[in-house]
């Protein structure tokens, strides 16, 4: 038994310096690494990762942190400025969270992020993997974390042949998590992993040969890499399509939009009236009553909730929007149409609708308003 333990003590040094003497030499130069331990930094490029990829982040993540350069000034901000900048990232809930965490950081730990795990769990949209991210590339504790990387990494490692998406599996792999973390270079250890997976250990195609941990791999030994990690079919997404209209004012140009109430799918964002039309309904349009096959009727049900003298749907269709949201695959038209008659200056707001307002063009890039509705209305998307 003396033996079996040192064996097992020496092969995990071996494995934690053949992985560390990679990481090196060839991590990978990230903006939101090598600041001395900022956790404000940490958790924001963390937030903003979950379910999107480190390319697309990094442009969104220079702007905010220019903007939100603390956590004081991300606790003191609006929401919508917040959501602003957040725009085009998608799951807009992480965005909350990551407001909400700020201001429970600034009025329940005086500005400075714990680095107990129950304290850093209590915090808004701050989960197991977050708060060891925290722990261990900020404060450089041993602490463990577990994404898609290192996922795919610790399964082909330990050659599990269980679905990763199981308790017992993850049960699994959180435990070889928490044993492999070097107790001397956490913080270095866990961004090795996951540089490790997102580089050489990828889905397809592992590059095993140049590998620095291969002899450590029981997938790689018993050739299973392309199998491991084994994955629970994912289900088909739902189709749904929808339209909306571009209603114009003709005397300034000034578009229609309504702004969605603060709780659901896009809570609080700016919006072209859009209407149901087939399958998928993400959004809730028919129990907002915004449920219309038809384009002409669709222009009169707007006449009717709003007060309105709409002329009827100009021409072909402006454009056509193809998007995903949740685990829906939407097609949105987009037709003009403009107002025939002044207005008066009270606009009404359809229920179940938190506002609503003829706004010009220039204003409307100022506003919240989802990549879809961009989209549809032709304004750039942010790069």
């Known amino acids: 038994m003396p033996d079996l333990v040192k064996n097992e003590a020496e092969n995990a040094w071996k494995f ?37 990829t480190v390319a697309a982040v990094i442009p969104y993540y220079h702007r905010f942190l220019e903007r939100f350069p603390t956590v004081t000034s991300l606790a003191n901000a609006d929401e919508s400025d917040v959501l602003k900048l957040w725009e085009g990232l998608g799951y807009y809930r992480r965005a909350r969270h990551l407001h909400a965490l700020a201001k429970a950081v600034v009025t329940d730990h005086q500005g400075q992020f714990p680095t107990d795990i129950n304290a850093l769990l209590a915090l808004p949209g701050v989960g197991r993997y977050i708060a060891g991210a925290v722990r261990s590339f900020a404060f450089d504790l ?11 990494l610790i399964a ?25 973390v070097d107790p001397n270079r956490p913080g270095s250890f866990n961004q090795a992993m996951m540089d490790l997976g997102a580089t050489l250990c990828s889905p397809r195609e592992p590059a095993c040969l140049i590998c620095p941990v291969s002899p450590h791999c029981e997938a790689f030994k018993t050739g299973l890499t392309d199998l491991i990690p084994i994955k629970t079919a994912k289900s088909p997404l739902k189709p749904g399509q929808e339209f909306s209209l ?5 005397a300034d140009n000034a578009i229609l939009l309504l702004k969605r109430l603060n709780h659901g799918l896009w809570a609080d964002f700016w919006e072209l009236p859009t209407f149901w039309v087939s399958g998928a309904d993400p959004a809730r349009r028919c129990e907002l009553g915004f449920e219309c096959p038809d384009s002409n009727q669709s222009i009169q049900l707007v006449e009717c909730l709003m007060g309105l003298d709409i002329g009827p749907p100009e021409g072909a ?11 829906h695959k939407m097609t949105l038209q987009v037709l003009e149409a403009k107002l025939l008659k002044p207005h008066s200056d009270e606009l009404l707001c359809p229920r179940g609708w938190a506002g609503a307002e003829f706004v010009p063009m220039p204003e ?9 509705q961009r989209k549809a209305l032709k304004i750039p998307l942010k790069s």
């Not at 490692?157 to 998590?177: H, R």
């Open 317 to 327: 269709l402006t454009k056509t929007v193809k998007y995903g949201v949740t685990n």
């Open 16 to 52: 934690r310096q053949a992985l560390l003497d990679w990481y090196d030499q060839n991590g990978r130069d990230l903006p939101w690494r090598n600041h001395g331990g900022d956790a404000y930094r940490v958790i924001v490029s963390e937030m903003m990762l979950v379910q999107t």
């Open 246 to 250: 571009i209603i114009k004012r003709p």
């Open 156 to 180: 082909r490692l330990i050659g599990l042949q269980d679905p990763v998406e199981t308790s017992s599996s993850q049960k699994t792999l959180w435990a070889e998590a928490t044993a492999r």
């Open 364 to 372: 409307i890039t100022g506003r919240s308003i989802s990549t879809a």
């Open 142 to 152: 041993p602490a463990p974390i577990l994404e898609a990387n290192t996922i795919r």
